[in-house]
């Protein structure tokens, strides 16, 4: 025997709300929304007990009774029933949900047999698809269902405003959580990094959004990626940005009931995502940080991304990955020092809990399979930990160690100065080697300080700490008057890089491990 004692209450001003939508063809479950009840529990009473207390309620004289109140209790149940005690599967209907019990022949309690309509705002999802055998975009719909209904409160001198709405998938969710959890045996944690995805169509109201194109064009882009332009994000701007009266033209309100239910095309069952950050050293010379690939020819046969991610993939079991990094080295340059900050997004993996001692022995693995890599403090992080990472990028420094040669020999003092220049400001323009991928633009950035290491006539080591973003190779070279100044410019004579290592990424994340 099981208990459930839950209350809520309808007021006088919910009285028009539910007799507009109930005329319209709403379901009692989107009626409930747009009465902002936020109660989990009643949603969850069967669709058939839900309608016969808004009837009822509609019934009651408002000068007697300015509240209707949803009671459940078990035993015995008077007005909203959830389960029979000794139920067998010749009770329960084609949906799991209770038959009707034909003892139950109170006048006040009766719900007749008529078959149910589909609802004109969620188009069944809040109906058969909650019932308890069950385990496009609404917007439209739920706009102009809440225009109508804005106008009605504002004609009584009520207010309705949008965000008193229950959203569908939070109802949806408030229905279908603890079905799963006393079939699976498991609590249902709405936090929980895995999600179960039910995927709905509705052919019949496919079209309905389009309308949206022409009133809205801006809101409506071609992308490579998408199957369609009528995106759920793009639907949304749109529905911000039309006029109230515009939309009142091409779209009926409230909107008309549908003829078939909407379908559940799939059910996705998936982890939520797991974030893994670190700092790689890179100490090959011949190895680019994300692969290489050019006309869909590969370049080189690795990268520093797949050294690191292939070994995270298998033992997270994940479906794949995402790169990301605090800036990037190019492939003949080397980093150093502590290494540069990364962290990796690994998709739907089967599994999520790791101890310290098991990120220790992966990050052990990974450093034994390259000697083009290596990896520290790899550790799990947050989401949100990461953006760490990139805030103020480009307010950040970074060291860097450059060979340079001239072309016209050079003596010691020739250099000196060097040491001497700080807070450089240089103006560079996109670099012609990244000019197809880059913006063209002219960015400014600082030299903060200078270190000369004479070696001999034509040679000699800078040590340089710079403002995150400058491209060192440039300010060497000078990338044919592209920056101003350069090493060139200041010598007076050509110079050219050699070889460049990155010795520092001052970046304070992520947090320094006892590895």
Known sequence: MREFSSMSSLTEKDRPIVQLLLNAGTCPRCILRFCSVGSQMLYRHPYKDLMKVLKEFLKNNPEKEDTVCFDVVDPPCKRIRLEHPEEGPEDLNHNGALQQNPQVNDENTAVEDSAVKVCNVCL???????????????????????????????????????????????????????????ELSVPADGKSLFEVSVVFAHPETDEEC????????????????????????????????????????????????????????????NNGAVFVAGRYNKYSRNLPQTPWIIDGERKLESSVEELISEHLMTEFRADSFNFSSSG???????????????????????????????????????????????????????????????????????????????????????????????????????????????????????????RSEYIDEHHFRLHLKTQAGTYIKEFVHGDFGRTKPNIGSLLNRTADILELDVESVDVDWPPTLDN
């Not at 515009?246 to 008309?256: G, R, T, V, Y």
């Not at 990974?366 to 103020?392: F, H, P, W, Y």
């Open 328 to 450: 990037r080295e190019d492939v003949d340059v080397r980093t150093l020092g502590n290494g540069r900050p990364f962290a990796i997004e690994l998709v739907n993996p089967r599994r999520i809990h790791f101890t310290a001692e098991e990120m220790k022995g992966l990050q052990q693995t990974i450093n034994t399979s390259s000697d083009k890599i290596q990896v520290r403090d790899l550790q799990l992080v947050t989401r949100e930990a990461i953006g760490r990472m990139k805030e103020g990028e480009e307010e950040k420094t970074k060291t860097y160690s450059a060979l340079i040669w001239t072309d016209k020999a050079i003596q010691k003092e020739d250099i000196a100065f060097l040491d001497d220049i700080k807070e450089l400001k240089l103006d560079q323009k996109t670099p012609l080697r990244v000019l197809h991928r880059r913006p063209l633009a002219v960015r400014c950035r600082i030299i903060h300080t200078m």
């Open 210 to 269: 389009h309308f949206l194109a022409t009133a809205c064009p801006d809101c409506f882009k071609p992308a490579k990626n998408k199957q369609s332009v009528f995106t759920r994000m793009a639907v949304i701007k749109a529905l911000e940005k039309i006029k109230e009266e515009d939309f009142l033209k091409h779209f009926p309100c409230p909107p008309s009931s549908p003829k078939n239910l909407c379908v559940a095309l799939e059910i996705q069952c």
């Open 124 to 182: 069944g999802i809040l109906q058969e698809f909650c019932e308890a055998d069950f385990v496009k975009k609404l917007s439209v719909r739920e706009r102009a269902a809440w225009l109508v209904l804005k106008q009605e409160m504002r004609n009584l001198g009520l207010s309705l405003l949008k965000d008193d709405i229950v959203q569908l998938k939070e109802a949806y969710k408030w229905i279908i959580h603890p079905q799963l959890s006393e």
